[in-house]
């Protein structure tokens, strides 16, 4: 029997350990839900014969490291175990932590990022295991816990581990189908820098009568966000664009053969165009070669639906995150970002 063939006679086995994953709630807010997403995964991955150890670091739910086969070359496998917060909550048709299967599709918090790609290597190494088959070379899996809050600890907690980590190459968590339906291997991601802006103008919130002579920090927080990015898509930050390499000849050459149907990939967005209306192969290679600058959320003031409130808010909040191609730094765009606002008029971001 063929390893796909042993997939195919496990099929119910290897969802049901996708519907326990998917059961816990490894929420970064939930400590006591990635303990036990923890002890789940550990209790698999020895399950598997693979040799786990926990990589502990203070303030930081425990990373696993599990070991198996042997061999020269060593792969490390990264994943990680949390998953992105719940909320909105009212847009959910079933609950986030307890699977459903709709149309043969099964809905929960994390099925996607990440679990459903844990899952299906644990699955993967289990079918090849029943095939009696000796792995051809040993493989290392290192699952954090606070990928969805920005991997606070993981440099300091690699630097701590780092020789237990030592590998020939690395797998990164999971990719997608593309447009041909066929697996994605990605061999390089944008880097992301995020920003989170406050700005508090008044001392309360006030009658919106007063709209009229006291300055909004709403309207100033959305007039300043509005300077940041022409429509067109192109980021308006001095400088955000100096330390771009442009693609290669080669790069081009590959984007011209890349399977990608613009016509679908609208229909799934809902979109009658995209940014700049670009098309073909600008289209592509603004999408894997330009950086970005977008805004993750705004709150401020009265949002509560379906009822009315007279109110000038004293505050606004947004979030901005930057995704990042080689060869721009980070923190140089986080602080260009915050001093540009900054030098918005009317008040101080």
């Known amino acids: 029997m063929s390893v796909s063939e042993v997939v195919q006679t496990n099929r119910d086995t290897y969802v049901g350990w996708l519907t326990e ?18 002890s789940w995964l550990e209790a698999k991955f020895v399950d598997l014969g693979a040799r786990v150890e926990r990589l502990s670091y203070p303030g930081a739910p425990d990373a696993l490291l599990a070991t198996m086969g042997e061999g020269d070359r060593t792969v490390l496998i990264y994943d990680h175990y949390d998953v992105q ?11 986030p932590f307890r699977p459903e299967v709709r149309d043969g599709v099964l809905y929960a918090r994390g099925v996607a990022d990440n679990k459903g790609d844990l899952v299906a290597r644990l699955a993967a ?45 690395c797998i990164w968590e999971g990719a997608g189908i593309d447009h041909a339906g066929r697996g994605e291997v990605v061999f390089g991601a944008k880097g992301l820098a995020y920003v989170e802006l406050t700005h508090r103008g008044l001392a309360e919130d006030q009658h919106s009568s007063l709209a009229v002579i006291a300055p909004s920090p709403v309207w100033h927080l959305v007039e300043a966000l509005a300077t940041l990015r022409a429509p067109d898509g192109r980021v308006l930050i001095d400088g955000f664009y100096d330390d771009v390499i442009p693609p290669s000849e080669q790069d081009l050459a590959v984007l011209a053969d890349l399977p ?4 679908a990939e609208r229909e799934r967005l809902g979109v009658q165009g995209f940014v700049g209306d670009d098309s073909g192969p600008d289209l592509l290679r603004r999408y894997f070669f330009e950086p970005t600058c977008n805004i993750a959320g705004i709150v401020a003031g009265f949002i509560e639906p379906g009822t009315s409130k007279t109110v000038l808010p004293k505050e606004a909040r947004c979030k901005i995150d930057m995704r990042l191609v080689p060869h721009q730094n980070p923190d ?6 915050r001093a540009f606002i900054r030098l918005r008029p009317q008040g101080r971001v």
């Open 21 to 38: 994953a998917c059961s816990i709630p490894s929420l970064a807010t939930n400590p006591e839900g990635l303990a036990q997403m923890c």
């Open 332 to 337: 140089v765009k986080r602080a260009w970002s």
């Open 85 to 95: 917060p719940v909320d909105p909550i009212d847009l959910w048709v079933s609950e």
């Open 260 to 263: 990608f149907d613009e016509e």
């Open 125 to 169: 190494l289990d079918a090849y295991r029943q095939e009696n088959r000796q792995l051809p070379c040993r493989i290392k899996f290192l699952v954090e816990g606070e990928e969805e809050t920005g991997s606070k600890s993981f440099e300091a907690m690699v630097a701590r581990h780092g020789d237990k980590l030592a590998a020939d190459g």
